[in-house]
């Protein structure tokens, strides 16, 4: 597709589940433990902290069928 679209691929790799952990869904559950606590009774706000939970959930069970490559392409 790349190809097709006039570049060429440079690199490619794909995210480790580390980074995901570490950097992204640690300090969500962190930061969400907080907001529980601030928004509670807020509907809409406990409506976004299940579906992130539930999205957790999911790469936690299924993170091995499943993930994001990158890719460096350079226009020809």
């Not at 980074?19 to 009774?41: I, Q």
């Not at 959930?57 to 993930?67: D, I, L, Q, T, V």
Request: glycine share 4%.
């Amino acid at each position: 597709m790349a190809a097709a679209s006039g570049y060429r691929v440079i690199e490619s790799f794909n995210l480790p589940d580390r980074a995901w952990w570490d950097d992204y869904y640690t300090p969500m559950l962190e930061r969400m433990e907080e907001l529980k606590v601030k928004n509670a009774g807020i509907t809409d706000a406990e409506a976004v902290y299940a579906n992130c939970e539930a999205e957790i959930e999911m790469f936690r069970r299924h993170s091995k069928n499943y993930g994001y490559t990158f890719f460096v392409l350079q226009r020809i």
